[in-house]
Nanobody, 124 residues
Framework: QVQLIESGGGLVQAGDSLTLSCAASGRTFSTYAMGWFRQAPGKEREFVAAIRYSGGTTRYTDSVKGRFTISRDNAKNTVYLQMNSLKPEDTAIYYC?????????????????WGQGTQVTVSS
């Protein structure tokens, strides 16, 4: 059973930066893709970014391309999401997830274990 613990969320102003971290335990972390998703109030959970098991390939939703960077440190069983130039529309609960696959999938169906989420609020 994998456990994921996110951290790094908070309240920031538009244009600021935040780095989210997700520490994983209980599973062979380096074998699987990792992803970040977010859910805003009243909306469905949506894909944000994913990274291949080895870290060589990354995928992003269009709205965050050029602003967000996903990375991973397999030695530390941790995945990160560096978020720059934050916008009010980035406000959401951010979740990390472990993939059922090794490639950087954008499909929520390819992710099977979830963290508890961390709140990111961006004020205008």
């Amino acid at each position: 059973q994998v456990q994921l613990i996110e951290s790094g969320g908070g309240l920031v102003q538009a244009g600021d930066s935040l780095t989210l971290s997700c520490a994983a335990s209980g599973r062979t972390f380096s074998t699987y893709a990792m992803g970040w998703f977010r859910q805003a109030p009243g909306k469905e959970r949506e894909f944000v970014a994913a990274i291949r098991y080895s870290g060589g390939t990354t995928r992003y939703t269009d709205s965050v391309k050029g602003r967000f960077t996903i990375s991973r440190d397999n030695a530390k069983n941790t995945v990160y999401l560096q978020m720059n130039s934050l916008k009010p529309e980035d406000t959401a609960i951010y979740y990390c997830a472990v993939g059922r696959v090794s490639f950087a999938s954008t499909s929520i169906a390819d992710f099977g274990s979830w963290g508890q989420g961390t709140q990111v609020t961006v004020s205008s």
